[in-house]
């Protein structure tokens, strides 16, 4: 063989080895670490799985661009247990020992206003996922580096209470958790509720504790009251349990069907999990369903394709709804890094009060005199339809929380 | 304060007397192991979350046969602490108090993890059966036959036990091995056995629990958390090891926290754990417990 060719051939070869060391070196770029302190078990395990798998697909669809400012992102998850102290807990270690530049995750109103001390402490931003709880953001809490990608209590309370304030009732009764999150927004329900319809009288309040397994004293003692609708904050993986036990009980045919459900107890998780046993005719709220048609042909078209990712990675074609709250998330914190042209905190920060998103959901903006995300949710009344395996929520509608927000 | 009216005060006490006879078939298991075997299982709330899970499972194979699958997940429950018993627990029966505590406590970490792990941590349900699916209506009163049949079934379970208690060669062995073992096993009894079969007795009767709250109830990893709490609160009160007064504190459990919602909502948690409290200061070995139990 021609010598000069074998020469080329080696040439050919280093530049190619070279090559691909080059692009290995730039692969190399020490990622951008993403702490995510997250529900991955217990009765919210449910939830927190799929937010978890929602951020994640965000962060695969980001990574395959070539990442953000040329650099990779990396989730760093961890398992709250759905326990305050434990979220504190794997949020400083997040910090301290796993060095993550920023925190985004949280589930219950326990949890986040808890990291968010942490995130002020270690000045990370923190972008709360999913606690609804007005404490996170209220002006002795806030604080530049806390942000909400999620609703929260007044939003929901008080759309909440425009969809009641239409019913044919006057005798109206609350059953919530005894927690931040079913305390707030039952007081942003009742107060609302009571400006729209000063007729209606409140006549029984229930608090069961978070993660109660059997609420049938609560039920019945709430039936002797005689409410003629009823109120719900039951959520967290709880709502299940409570609403095989209530329609056992009779509730919802006694109310006449006359009920709210907070709390995403529409959510696609929960109306899969009771499937026949599903009170069909109440209303449910939801962050997210893969069945809703959005009228707006730009928003149709972008959650359509959304749905499809989801349900590719899923391997599932009824995605669960609580993904896109994970997705939503890391949506805003990677575009407010783009905005900032930075990791710096401090500059993210500046860069996320204001900021808007193009969601799968449509616009979201995350406003800067609060830090809260314009974060709506889908209202419904349940029902079988033909296709469904389970009831779903039809008709439908994204309700809009600029509506309430002050 | 508007008083709540009779048929109230009955749906009230028809889901105490619920609660309690649930808590009961747990809680007699609990009682029962720690009477005979000296063994204070924190992990027997596990038992019972895998009683609700093998339900679960049974019911899925055997497309809703609900009845065989209460009774297959009772016996697969049994027959599972059978075979923790010989393996593990049976090492721990003469150790302190503590050791058993975090023994225990490490298989509910296990276990929860295994759950996890088989059956995900999504939150499953079982249908009843259709038979039970309606409620008996008594004017205002709505009574769902499910929470009669649990009560009937339980209480049936309790005058069982006590009958084979006090009525057989095999309940007079038991009941002598709760007082002195090692005169027992000089008489030639097989002490060994004794415990296998009492602690295997205590699983299915967990697991039957179990079973039988799954239709009630979202079938989640946590359950068995969420019931030891109130199982030591029931045999504190009760009396460790004493089967009446478990049966006792379980009544005692399930109609405070019962009507405590109808009365005063907010302190229902709290006036069970004041009963707790104050018969640990007043009466440590509990209503129907013996003195100085070792």
């Known amino acids: 063989m021609d010598t000069t060719f074998m020469q080329l051939k080696r040439i050919k070869l280093l530049l190619g080895l070279l090559g691909i060391l080059a692009t290995s070196i730039a692969f190399a770029q020490v990622p951008i670490r993403v702490g995510f302190p997250m529900i991955l078990s217990g009765a919210g395990g449910q939830f927190g799985t799929p937010i978890l798998k929602g951020a994640q697909m965000?962060?695969?669809?980001?990574?395959?661009?070539?990442?953000?400012?040329?650099?990779?992102?990396?989730?760093?998850?961890?398992?709250?247990?759905?326990?305050?102290?434990?979220?504190?807990?794997?949020?400083?270690?997040?910090?301290?020992?796993?060095?993550?530049?920023?925190?985004?995750g949280t589930f219950t109103s326990g949890e986040g206003p808890a990291v968010s001390v942490i995130a002020k402490e270690a000045k990370k931003v923190f972008i709360a996922v999913?606690?609804?709880?007005?404490?996170?953001?209220?002006?002795?809490?806030?604080?530049?580096?806390?942000?909400?990608?999620?609703?929260?209590?007044?939003?929901?309370?008080?759309?909440?209470?425009?969809?009641?304030?239409?019913w044919n009732i006057k005798r109206l009764a609350t059953i919530a958790p005894d927690f931040a999150y079913g305390r707030d927004a039952t007081a942003s329900f009742v107060a609302h509720i009571k400006k729209l319809r000063p007729d209606i009288e409140i006549v029984d309040q229930q608090w069961p504790k978070l993660n109660e397994s059997d609420y049938t004293?609560?039920?019945t003692a709430q039936l002797g009251k005689k409410p003629e609708a009823v109120?719900?904050?039951?959520?967290?993986?709880?709502?299940?349990?409570?609403?095989?036990?209530?329609?056992?009980?009779?509730?919802?045919?006694?109310?006449?069907?006359?009920?709210?459900?907070?709390?995403?107890?529409?959510?696609?998780?929960?109306?899969?999990?009771?499937?026949?046993?599903?009170?069909?005719?109440?209303?449910?709220?939801?962050?997210?369903?893969?069945?809703?048609?959005?009228?707006?042909?730009?928003?149709?078209?972008l959650h359509a394709a959304f749905t499809k990712r989801l349900s590719t990675a899923f391997k599932d074609d009824t995605p669960p709804s609580w993904a896109l709250q994970g997705y939503i998330s890391m949506q805003f914190l990677v575009e407010g890094i783009k905005k900032a042209n930075s990791i710096d905190s401090d500059k993210v920060s500046t860069a996320l009060k204001g900021l808007e998103i193009v969601s799968p959901q449509g616009k979201i903006t995350m406003r800067a005199k609060d830090q809260q995300a314009t974060r709506g949710m889908l209202w419904g009344k349940a029902a079988n339809r033909d296709g469904y395996a389970f009831p779903i929520l039809d008709p439908v509608e994204l309700i809009d929380p600029t509506l309430f927000m002050d | 304060?508007?008083?709540?009216?009779?048929?109230?005060?009955?749906?009230?006490?028809?889901?105490?007397?619920?609660?309690?006879?649930?808590?009961?078939?747990?809680?007699?298991?609990?009682?029962?192991?720690?009477?005979?075997?000296?063994?204070?299982?924190?992990?027997?709330?596990?038992?019972?979350?895998?009683?609700?899970?093998f339900a679960w499972q049974f019911n899925t194979w055997l497309q809703g046969s609900f009845w065989l699958s209460v009774l297959l997940a009772a016996i697969a429950t049994g027959v599972l602490g059978a075979l923790l018993e010989r393996v593990l627990f049976r090492k721990f029966y003469d150790r302190p108090e503590l050791m058993q505590l975090l023994f225990t406590y490490s298989i509910v970490l296990i276990v929860s993890d295994v759950v996890k792990y088989i059956w995900g941590t999504q939150q499953l349900g079982v249908r009843r059966p259709e038979i039970l699916s309606h409620?008996?209506?008594?004017?205002?009163?709505?009574?769902?036959?499910?929470?009669?049949?649990?009560?009937?079934?339980?209480?049936?379970?309790?005058?069982?036990?006590?009958?084979?208690?006090?009525?057989?060669?095999?309940?007079?062995?038991?009941?002598?091995?709760?007082?002195?073992?090692?005169?027992?096993?000089?008489?030639?009894?097989?002490?060994?056995m004794l415990y296998l079969l009492v602690f295997s007795a205590g699983c299915f009767l967990a697991g039957l629990a179990g079973a039988l709250v799954a239709p009630m109830s979202a079938i989640v990893p946590g359950m068995d958390a969420d019931i030891i709490i109130s199982l030591f609160i029931i045999v504190v009160i009760g009396g460790l090891g004493s089967f009446w007064g478990t049966f006792l504190g379980s009544i005692i459990y399930g109609m405070v926290f019962s009507f405590g919602i109808l009365f005063i909502p907010q302190f229902s948690l709290f006036a069970v754990a004041l009963i707790m409290a104050v018969i640990l200061i007043v009466k440590p070995e509990g209503l129907l417990g013996r003195e100085n139990t070792r």
């Open chain 1, 130 to 166: 999913a606690p609804k709880t007005d404490r996170l953001t209220a002006p002795d809490a806030i604080h530049p580096y806390v942000f909400r990608a999620a609703a929260n209590t007044t939003t929901e309370g008080r759309a909440a209470a425009m969809i009641v304030a239409k």
């Open chain 1, 217 to 219: 004293p609560f039920i």
């Open chain 1, 231 to 301: 109120f719900s904050v039951i959520c967290c993986g709880n709502f299940d349990s409570f609403a095989r036990q209530a329609g056992a009980q009779g509730f919802f045919k006694s109310i006449g069907n006359n009920f709210i459900g907070l709390g995403e107890a529409g959510s696609i998780e929960a109306l899969r999990a009771l499937g026949g046993e599903y009170p069909l005719g109440v209303y449910a709220n939801t962050y997210d369903a893969f069945y809703w048609k959005p009228k707006d042909t730009e928003v149709a078209r």
């Open chain 2, 135 to 192: 409620t008996f209506q008594f004017g205002e009163l709505a009574l769902p036959s499910y929470n009669l049949m649990i009560i009937v079934i339980s209480l049936v379970i309790a005058v069982g036990i006590w009958l084979l208690l006090q009525g057989t060669r095999l309940g007079k062995t038991v009941r002598a091995a709760a007082f002195d073992r090692e005169m027992l096993s000089m008489l030639g009894v097989d002490v060994r």
């Open chain 2, 1 to 53: 304060m508007e008083l709540p009216s009779l048929s109230a005060i009955g749906a009230q006490a028809v889901s105490g007397l619920t609660t309690a006879m649930l808590l009961f078939l747990v809680a007699s298991g609990l009682s029962l192991i720690f009477g005979v075997l000296r063994l204070l299982n924190f992990a027997h709330g596990s038992f019972y979350m895998l009683g609700a899970y």
């Open chain 1, 58 to 104: 965000y962060v695969d669809e980001i990574n395959a661009t070539g990442g953000v400012l040329g650099r990779k992102i990396e989730l760093v998850p961890r398992d709250t247990k759905s326990r305050p102290d434990e979220a504190v807990r794997v949020a400083r270690e997040l910090v301290l020992r796993e060095n993550v530049d920023f925190l985004v």
